[in-house]
């Protein structure tokens, strides 16, 4: 059976306030109304294309996004890719990632997206985003 995608753009789930500011509680509701749409299809895995995002999260609001992950818990069960650029943004992506992964997701960044949908489309879990 192929694997089905839902692909999300930064600028659809990273909203910033009209100062330029990330505005962390809108970026929080987009989370968790793409926990309903996982929620409805939970054969479908997630990448989230960052690439074009100028916004950029602080440690500490990747965190927060973690934890609004953790509230939704049960509509993500399925991996999560994250494709960043070769820059400081996939540093963060990485500090997602790990974050991510320990509290029991199962997400992984990349900067090529090819990687990224071999590794949605892999049976494997964690391990096969580090070849």
């Not at 926990?35 to 990448?47: R, T």
Request: aromatic share 10%; net charge negative; with cysteine.
């Amino acid at each position: 059976m192929p694997t089905m995608y839902k692909i999300v753009n930064a600028k659809d789930f990273i909203k910033a306030k009209p100062s330029g500011i990330t505005d962390l509680e809108q970026s929080k509701q987009v989370l968790l109304e793409l926990a309903m749409i996982a929620g409805l299809s939970p054969e479908h895995e997630i990448l989230i294309d960052i690439r074009e995002s100028d916004a950029g999260l602080t440690h500490e609001e990747l965190y927060e996004l973690i934890k609004e992950l953790e509230k939704n818990r049960s509509f993500f069960h399925n991996k999560i890719a994250v494709l960043s650029r070769d820059d400081e943004q996939y540093n963060s992506a990485g500090f997602f990632e790990i974050c991510a992964n320990l509290e029991g997701f199962y997400v992984a960044a990349f900067i090529d997206s090819e990687k990224a949908v071999n590794w949605l489309n892999s049976t494997g879990g964690l391990e096969e985003s580090f070849e």
